[in-house]
Structures are given as C-alpha cells and as structure tokens.
C-alpha cells in the first residue's frame, strides 16, 4: 500500500497547470500561426505597399487589434471569418489591403486553436 501516496501526488503533479511566459506563449502563438499559413497574408505589424505599389494582401495583426479592442463579439466574430472566410461584399479595410478576400480555414485550423489566435491577436495592442 506504499504505493498509493506515489500514485496520489504523481496526479497532483499531472493535474498542476503548467503556465508559460509572455515570450513563449508568443512563440508558439507565432509557430501556430505560421504552421496554419496565416503568415502568408497577414503580419503581426503594418508593412508599407508591396514593391508593386499595391497595398499588403491582408491587415497587420495589430491594426486588428486596435479596431476591435472595444468590440466586446470580437473575438467571436473574428474566430467566425478565420474559420468561413470574409464576405467579399463587405469590404471594412478597402482600400488598405489588397482585394483579395480571407478563405475558409476550417481545413487549416481547428475552431479551438483559431479562437486561440484571434485571442492573441486582440491583445497585441493594450
């Protein structure tokens, strides 16, 4: 019957959350969004036109975050576009990023790590 302390606090120690850093829990935000193609289209902060003079295929990260940082349905609304894509006929950053519309990115990401991202995202500016 030794045993059963050792099996006792080994669940405790299992069960004990793990928490990271700021700067690791941004690595892996980063490695998520890379791995799910994100990075492809967006970037964390806002670049200058394209070398062809167009404007950036989709907006910075951070100009998200500023848009909707008093939007208490953001983060579901955004987790919403992420996972169906944006509706071509509502346009709300024309003019500042490239035609070009966000897919679907259901077969990209799982529901739960797109809320993940946005979350992430809509804490990048304070």
Do not use: Q
Not at 25 to 50: F, N, W
Not at 64 to 83: E, F, H, N, Q
Not at 101 to 126: G, S
Request: with cysteine.
């Amino acid at each position: 019957m030794r045993i059963l302390p050792y099996a006792v606090a080994a669940l405790f120690v299992a069960a004990t959350p793990v928490r990271a850093t700021r700067a690791e829990y941004d690595v892996a935000m980063l490695k998520l969004a890379t791995h799910s193609g994100c990075m492809v289209c967006h970037s964390i902060l806002p670049i200058p036109k394209r070398a062809d003079g167009l404007p950036p295929i989709a907006p910075a990260w951070r100009d998200i975050a500023i848009k909707y940082r008093d939007d208490p349905r953001a983060s579901d609304r955004l987790t919403r576009t992420v996972m169906t894509g944006s509706n071509p006929y509502s346009r709300h950053w024309a003019g500042k990023v490239s035609v070009v519309t966000m897919p679907p990115n259901a077969a990209a990401v799982t529901e739960a790590d797109a809320r993940v991202l946005v979350n992430w995202i809509l804490v990048l500016v304070p």
